[in-house]
């Protein structure tokens, strides 16, 4: 590691702490609204069991948002030490959207202890579901800043170069630049996606292990369909960033998609492996697709790898991590369609409940969406190699110079390696103390659904 020179040991830190990071503020951002759904659902219906999914939801949220707030605060300690270039040339640009996810998380950690603690407290349970309100438009914001900060990053605006200085600055014009909607509704969706997809596959295990309770069953339900729902939402989001690349960062569209000569009606090529001599194999060609995802129109003419010089092009490695992403998400939504068929079945008087394959995939829709947000940050990051303010500063010209980084990474890895258990082994303690039934039970609710008389 002491061997590696500052700059990729700076990456490499970098990447570490956004890997982690991402897990536990994309838990942040999409589990209160989970959690309103829930709520929501159980005053509508009069169903505790919501109500009850809606409490404990509430309780294992606040364990990783303690946790997500040591990733972030690492993330802003590391662009000082990290990038110090990048925050000296970049840093008024990005100011505003930091000091406003600041103020972001004060609103949604206010409101989020006053919404924990004021359970029953209200004759009319609407208004304890309205404190929910500013946790979500609180989290969602956050998300909403930080991303608009990575935004400037792939299409920086906002500012003049003078003798190579950056100058007279306008942030709401550096934060509301042309990457900042396809980015952030991307980010948004695909945060919901992975969080009920991670509900949705606590629920199946738990069914999977022979708990019949309808309380898990209704959770079952509620979190599938919006997984479903949410993974729709972001795979049309994807096709809107497909046609924001093919504008503003054609290097990376024509890269990710093994794209080298300008054309229209250009294939999109999927799979595949590509040797040393750069010749493909094994690929799928969907014919026009390429020219269609960038303009809606086969005669759409894509720019071509080939026109931008060697030393500004991404990895062509990008293309498996796109490739990887797009299959996962597919999966979102096939694996859900199933659960929606199936449960549709048994309404109509198939008994049988569901098979265990089933319940197994279902189990895997939490890992597949986390596996394929990663992923898709990862192709953000490395696609906008080697600019880390693109065509205006690269990543060698942003680093520290300090020979101290390779110890950084080791004392960061212990800290996330001990965060990451401590948060498992918490909430896993927390719900094992307190059985489902037993909790039902305290608020009259039978095992098999309904209120005690």
């Not at 020219?291 to 809606?296: E, F, K, P, T």
């Not at 098979?355 to 597949?368: A, D, S």
Request: glycine residues 8%; aromatic residues 12%.
């Amino acid at each position: 590691m002491v061997d590696l020179d500052p700059v990729t040991l700076s990456r490499m830190l970098t990447g570490l702490t956004l890997i982690v990071h991402i897990v536990f503020a994309s838990i942040g951002v999409g589990v209160p609204l989970m959690i309103a759904l829930a709520e929501w659902r159980g005053i509508r219906k009069n169903d505790p069991h919501y109500t009850l999914l809606a409490r404990r939801w509430a309780r294992g949220f606040v364990i990783s948002v303690a946790v997500g707030v040591v990733t972030g605060t690492s993330i802003g300690l590391q662009l000082s030490l990290l990038w110090p270039t990048f925050m000296r040339v970049a840093g008024q640009a990005i100011a505003l959207p930091l000091f406003m996810e600041t103020f972001a998380f004060f609103v949604e950690a206010i409101f989020l202890g006053i919404y924990l603690y004021t359970w029953e407290r209200f004759k009319k349970p609407m208004i304890h579901l309205l404190l929910l309100i500013p946790v979500v438009l609180g989290s969602s914001a956050s998300a909403f800043f930080i991303t608009s900060l990575n935004a400037f990053m792939n299409a920086p605006q906002g500012f003049t170069l003078k003798n190579g200085v950056f100058a007279e600055f306008k942030p709401l014009v550096a934060m509301f630049n042309p990457a900042t909607p396809t980015k952030v509704s991307h980010v948004l969706a695909s945060s919901y996606t992975a969080s009920a997809g991670l509900l949705a596959g606590i629920a199946a295990y738990s069914l999977l292990r022979g708990r019949k309770e309808a309380y898990f069953k209704k959770a079952l339900k509620l979190t599938v369909i919006s997984t479903f729902v949410f993974a729709v939402s972001t795979a049309i989001i994807g096709d809107f960033s497909g046609k924001f690349l093919a504008k503003y960062q054609p290097e990376k569209l024509a890269a990710g998609e093994w794209h080298f000569e300008t054309t229209d009606r250009a294939p999109l090529i999927y799979g595949g492996v590509m040797d040393e001599s750069g010749s493909i194999k094994y690929a799928i060609k969907i014919p026009y697709a390429l020219s269609i995802l960038a303009g809606n129109s086969p005669n759409t003419e894509v720019i071509g790898l080939n026109e931008f010089p060697v030393d500004e092009r991404p990895s062509l490695k990008i293309h498996y991590l796109f490739d990887t992403m797009v299959t996962i998400g597919g999966l979102l939504v096939l694996i859900p369609l199933i659960y929606m068929f199936r449960h549709r079945l048994s309404r109509k008087g198939n008994k049988r409940g569901y098979p265990k394959w089933l319940l197994v995939c279902l189990v895997l829709l939490g890992p597949l969406a986390m596996a394929a947000t990663e992923l898709g940050w990862l192709y953000a990051e490395f696609g906008r190699q080697p600019w880390i303010v693109r065509g205006y500063m690269k990543v060698a010209h942003a680093a520290t110079t300090q020979d101290t980084v390779g110890y950084m990474i080791i004392l960061f890895l212990a800290l996330y390696i001990v965060l990451c258990l401590s948060c498992v082994k918490v909430l896993a303690k927390l719900f094992r103390n307190k059985d489902v039934v037993e909790e039902m039970r305290e608020l009259g609710i039978h095992a098999k659904g309904g209120m005690k008389p």
